[in-house]
């Protein structure tokens, strides 16, 4: 593959998912070398937020080598860790052979509506080419009440934390140089920079149907996790029934 910035990548699927084989093997140990360590932290309150109980069916999308699915397979849940990219499934087999991974496109998820109890995504969302239609695929598939969670590189809000962010952004490139494809990490940093705030990816989960949208702010808003709900059949009634009164009182 000859060498792709994000600028001229377009997000072409075939094109990222070869440039994460050639991740594949340093691809954690990358992360956790230019993030300080802090992606352990992101992650350990991702995987909080999901709060994976016993028997639950998870899906992990764009779970990489599975750093993110290992701790809710621990925690007793069925995870399903799917990858559009097989070097990074292949590496996340030989970790852990006991999680299922798949190989699939995250806006043409390969499961029947109404599956899972939770769908995850942590750090992979600015590589979907059409994040809308990923939410209205994580929708699909999500049972009635099931919960989403999603981690993703975020605008921290304060001024002073954004040219800290800047500053650090700038020393990716630096970082990437030492390793096997030093390209990845000037597409880390450009599609960082492209993707929305907060509010922004708010309200594109609403849109999707989501209910209880929330998103907290991690590392001063570098990276946020936002959380939202597949409304129940009654929750749906509640609010149908609650709206009408709303809009008397407003009017």
């Known amino acids: 593959m000859d060498a792709v910035g994000a600028a001229d990548l377009g997000k072409d699927p075939s094109e990222v998912a070869e440039m994460f084989d050639a991740t594949a093997k340093r691809y954690d140990l990358m992360n956790s070398l230019f993030t300080l360590g802090n992606d352990r932290i992101w992650r350990m309150q991702m995987n909080r937020a999901v709060a994976a109980q016993p028997g639950e069916r998870i899906l992990d999308v ?20 799917l990858d559009f990219s097989e070097g990074m499934i292949a590496e996340g087999r030989r970790r852990y052979p006991e999680i299922e991974f798949v190989h699939g496109d995250a806006q043409d998820l390969p499961f ?25 695929e994580f929708y ?3 049972k009635p009440g099931g919960r989403l969670v999603v981690c993703e590189a975020s605008k921290p809000p304060l001024r002073i934390a954004r040219a800290g962010h800047r500053a650090f952004l700038r020393t990716v490139p630096v970082v990437g140089r030492v390793s096997s494809n030093p390209d990845s990490y000037r597409y880390l940093v450009e599609s960082i920079e492209a993707w929305p705030d907060q509010q922004t990816l708010s309200r594109w989960i609403r849109s999707a149907g989501f209910t209880r949208v929330a998103h907290r702010d991690l590392t001063m808003g570098a990276v946020a996790l936002h959380r939202g709900r597949k409304p129940t059949e009654q929750t749906m009634r509640m609010d149908i029934i609650e709206r009408p009164a709303a809009d008397e009182a407003t009017a």
């Open 62 to 81: 764009a779970a990489g080598t599975g750093t993110s699915s290992a701790p809710m397979a621990k925690a007793g849940a069925l995870v399903t860790a």
């Open 140 to 142: 699909r598939v999500l």
């Open 112 to 136: 029947d509506d109404e599956t899972f109890d939770a769908v995850t995504i942590s750090f992979g969302f600015r590589n979907v080419q059409d994040p809308k239609a990923a939410l209205a």
